[in-house]
């Protein structure tokens, strides 16, 4: 399991994810990929677009908020093991892995090198 794959994972029911990080102790940082919704979130995040460009066998978004004083951001990330995930989905290139880095510094969240420096 390699950062920018895209799974399936059990959250109670099966949800896509993208890995953010290579494997520690088996465990992974992922982001949940969501279905697109028309509310523009401009003024609020980010949202990257994933889907059949990238190979993938669904179309979604990955949502990253941007922090505000008195707002609690739903960025929808996540720590998944092993046991979690089901089947692998596809992998995004590195563009598209380079979009998502990039929302998540202007949201305020560390990246996949800051996070591993972190977790040791």
Do not use: H, Y
Request: hydrophobic share 45%; proline share 6%; net charge negative.
């Amino acid at each position: 399991m390699r950062r920018g794959e895209v799974w399936w994972a059990d959250f109670g029911e099966r949800r896509p994810v993208v890995l953010l990080s290579e494997g520690a102790n088996a465990e992974f940082r992922a982001m949940q990929i969501v279905d697109p919704v028309t509310i523009d979130i401009t003024d609020f995040g980010l949202e990257v677009t994933v889907g059949a460009a990238e190979g993938l066998p669904l179309e979604g978004v990955v949502r990253v908020a941007f922090p505000r004083p008195g707002f609690t951001p739903c960025t929808w990330l996540a720590t998944v093991t092993e046991q979690d995930v089901i089947e692998r989905a596809g992998v995004l290139s590195g563009a598209k892995l380079s979009e998502i880095e990039e929302a998540l510094r202007l949201g305020g969240i560390a990246t996949e090198p800051e996070f591993q420096r972190r977790s040791r």
